[in-house]
């Protein structure tokens, strides 16, 4: 039997009441307080969140990428800059200093961040795939490609006794090498609480499209039964997504690992 190692989820506690925003992209947060604002003509008062990945210049210095593109260099504020990979997803609450300015399209102060759980996609291991990644439900409340990550926001039964293994693998003999399965390892956890988790899934390990645009087939498991996404997929262009408004919440966080 194979060492069980510690990886990462990220689990967020739902409250009651607690409206999940689900996001794709830039969330334009609405105006917190009247303030100054400085020389580009931003207000300091206004912030972003967005989700961004963990970007890394010659020198090391990291900085920030949206999925539209958009570089951010935080010139400003505190973020845990010593624990974030490259490549690592983040959620990220920023204001606006500047527009293009060194090669990046806006200098930010960072007011806050917070690693999502992002993973490559998984081994398949044949028929040890059911027993080693499991095969409990999921509700799938938002699903995107963007960044060159496929990103699920999803929910699922979770009642404290065990950390959740959460994965996502090619097909087993599938001749479609554009076709994964997201699969969730619960350990027999009770289901005493619906709570809230992201994940984002490197596709760099898939074909390249050559600059054509494929479906990107994906097949949860849900508490309805099968169902299966197809989303459009260019590994040669950036994904621009929707901008919403509206503020969100990040509750508790946890992290969980196993291999």
Sequence with gaps: MCKQKRNNIMLMKSMEKLKLILIAGIISASLLFQSCSNDDGYSLGDYWLSVAT???LDGGSHYFKMDNGTTLWPAAGYYLGHNLAVGQRTWLNFTILSDKKDGFDHYV???GVDPILTKEIAEDKGEENDSYYGTDPVAVKDIWVGG???NVIFKFNYGGMQKHFINLLPVTDSENPYEVEFRHHAYKDPAEAAV???VCFDLSSLPKTEGETVKLKVHFKTFNGEKTFELEYNSDKETVTEEKSGNT???IN????IN
């Excluded at 946890?254 to 690992?257: I, N």
């Design 196 to 198: 809230a988790g992201i």
């Design 254 to 257: 946890f992290f969980e690992t």
């Design 54 to 56: 963990v970007e890394s």
């Design 249 to 251: 919440s990040l509750n």
């Design 148 to 150: 060159g990550y496929l």
């Design 109 to 111: 102060k960072v007011n």
